[in-house]
Each structure stands twice: as C-alpha cells, then as structure tokens.
C-alpha cells in the first residue's frame, strides 16, 4: 500500500518498491554558447549516434513484473495526457534532426506501441527519411503482439521493416503469470505468424530470463523457433528502473543461457551484423539458425552503444539507465522560431548533447548504482 510520508509502496511481501518519478527529474535542453553544424557527432568515448529508440506511449496492455508490475503501475497510476505526448509530426521533425548526425536505425517502442491509435501514420512519416547518404532508414517496432495479427499487414504497407515481439515462456500458464494479465500464449504467436506473412522478418523474439520464474523454458523456446528463421534472444534480467525489485541473484547470466542450449543442439559462435550490436550471436551447427544473447549484467557493452532515446513526450535520454532526461519538446513548441531556424537550434543542441556524453551504467555497476533512480523502461523503452 502506498506510504504518503516515504514515497514507497509496500508490497504484501514486505518489499519496499521505491515511488520516485524520473519523468519529473528533467533538465532544460543543454543550448550551446553557439549553434553547432549538423553532422555525424561522436560522444565523449568516441562512440557515434546511430540508434534512436522512440517511445510512442508510456501505456501497456500488460503488467509484466519485471517492468510495470501491478504494484505500481494500478488503476491509481497516472500515466501521461494525451495532450503531453509528441505529435507524430514533431516525432518525425525530431527524427529527421536525428538522421542529420548520423542516425541509421529506428525502433519503435513503448509502453506497448501499437496501444498508440495510427502508429501505421507515424511509420508512413518517417518511411520517406533517408540517411546522409540516400539509404532508407532501418524502421523497427518492439512490441508484446497482443493486437499484432490484426496489425501487421498494415504496418508493413506503411514502410516498417522488422519487427520484435517480447515472448518470456512458450508454456501458458507460465506466460499467462509473467504478463500478469492473463494473456494467452497462442495470441502472440498467432501475432508472429501474421508478422512473418506481412514480410516483417527476420523476427526477433526477445525472452527476459528471471531465475526461479522462467530459466526452464530457454530450450523449449530455442527448440519451438529453431529452423523458422525467426531469431530468439534471451536477455538477463536488468536492473531498468526502481519498480521491479531487481536483485542479482534473479539474474541467469547469459553464458548459463547458451551453456543450457548447447546441451541440447551444437552451437558456434558468429560475428556481429554491424558495429555496436548488443546481442552476442551463437549458429547452429546444423544451419538451422541463430540465437543471441544479451548480456548488459554480466558482460557490459557500453563501450559500442550508440543509442539514443526520445521519451514519449520529448526528453531525450543518453541511457537506458539514465537518471534523467534532456527536454527536446520545449524546443518544438513555444520558441517562435520560424522552422528552419528551429531545426538549426535543435540540430545543434542534439550535437551539444551527445558531444558531452559519457554514460557506461553497465560497466559502473555497483550494489550502491541499482539502487539509484532510474527511468523506468515502460517509460523509455527498452
């Protein structure tokens, strides 16, 4: 129950879940003493800007425990107005900006993106941006495939590419327990499948492995997708935020994960697709495909990430562990500035920004960092 004097709820448990809202921890844009020229930037470790994960909404159909648990996110939670949102044209404003210093990727996400009513409007704005040198962008979406199969054809038709669907257990009282909604299984896979007719491949198939809950359904899930040309990664269990409890011993470190598989079907080890791929790649033997392996607990890559992140009403976040946000919004709304003079200040302020960066949480931790406020995935995405 909550504690008016702490902050705090308290579980029937006894555990305390901490109340702090990172969403109200915000700083002002950082404007530099001068404009800056668009261009490719690179951060104060040398790493560029080539990602951009985009949360069209802070709602979710689902209350996984490991993210949004019901604890905290009840009847009672306040999510954001409407009104507070990014517009899907100053998404695609802030987006073009983002292209012009060197972004290739885009992933929509959440909360649960396709929650947002005409995602497909969006994708079809953002379809037509080219990099600095005339490529298509690289248009993902992340999502629980509650409502995919309904949704997949058109989202494809407006120029998405690929799609990752969340799945933590294949068995479906297992399932049914970690979305703690009570939603079946046979419904995101039957979301996979339309996914995979609309040409949204190869599909990415994310599985949080939390020791004591799921561990024994990562050879079910290898096996269930092996030779379908969809690629499952399991993910250890990370400490995303201040609501979901984390404790190291929950974590199954992803040597564990591949060790569990291999018992089961020969695998080697295969290089990255590109520079700064979070997902260490493993190949059957048999060539019947590949699985992956994200290891941000036991192997920290923050040394390749290039990843930046727009919450759902504009701050800009350097990391998925950040503490807080810089407050892009406020530079597409109220400055006066005729637009082009207002893509010249956000360009620059964008540069200013990651020029200054020097996040590494993962390879910081500590058992003092996770108990720090961090913004809660369900608010920037995974």
């Not at 909550?2 to 990172?22: E, F, H, K, Q, Y």
């Not at 990255?272 to 495909?289: K, L």
């Not at 390749?304 to 009403?313: F, G, I, V």
Request: aromatic share 6%; charged share 25%.
């Amino acid at each position: 129950m909550p504690n008016a004097s702490t902050g705090n709820i308290t579980c029937m448990t006894g555990r305390v879940i901490p109340l702090i809202d990172v969403r109200t921890t915000l700083l002002p844009p950082r404007m530099p003493g001068e404009l800056l020229a668009h261009g490719e930037v690179a951060d104060r470790l040398g790493r560029p800007l080539r990602d951009l994960r985009i949360s069209v909404t802070d709602r979710c159909n689902f209350r996984c425990t490991y993210c949004m648990p019901k604890a905290v996110f009840d009847s009672n939670y306040r999510f954001m107005r409407h009104a507070d949102l990014l517009t899907f044209e100053e998404i695609a404003q802030l987006t073009r900006s983002f292209v012009r210093h060197g972004v290739e990727k885009i992933r929509l996400t959440g909360g649960e993106p396709l929650l947002r009513k005409d995602l497909h409007k969006l994708i079809a704005m953002l379809a037509p941006i080219k990099t600095h040198d005339g490529v298509e962008l690289d248009i993902a979406l992340t999502t629980n495939a509650s409502v995919l199969a309904r949704k997949a054809a058109q989202l494809a038709s407006a120029g998405l590419k690929r799609i990752t669907v969340s799945l933590d257990a294949l068995d479906d009282t297992i399932f049914r327990r970690m979305n703690d909604v009570d939603f079946p299984v046979r419904d995101v896979l039957s979301g996979i499948d339309a996914a995979a007719a609309a040409g949204l491949s190869p599909i990415k198939i994310n599985m949080v492995v939390k020791r004591g809950v799921n561990e024994h359904e990562v050879v079910p899930m290898a096996r269930h997708f092996r030779g379908s040309g969809h690629i499952v990664r399991f993910i250890e269990y990370m400490d995303v935020g201040t609501s979901n409890g984390w404790r190291m011993d929950e974590v199954v470190p992803s040597a564990e994960v591949v060790q569990r598989i291999a018992a089961d079907f020969a695998l080697e080890p295969i290089g990255a697709n590109y520079p700064g791929e979070v997902a260490e790649r493993w190949r059957y033997r048999d060539g019947q495909g590949e699985i992956g392996v994200i290891s941000s607990v036991s192997h920290a890559f923050c040394r390749d990430c290039t990843r930046a992140r727009l919450s759902t009403e504009g701050k800009l976040y350097l990391c998925l562990f950040a503490n807080h946000g810089h407050d892009l919004r406020a530079l597409l709304r109220g400055n006066g500035l005729p637009a082009s003079s207002a893509d010249r200040q956000i360009d620059s302020t964008i540069a200013h920004i990651w020029s200054g960066r020097a996040d590494r949480y993962s390879e910081q931790r500590s058992e003092a960092t996770v108990t720090t406020p961090k913004v809660e995935m369900s608010y920037i995405g995974g």
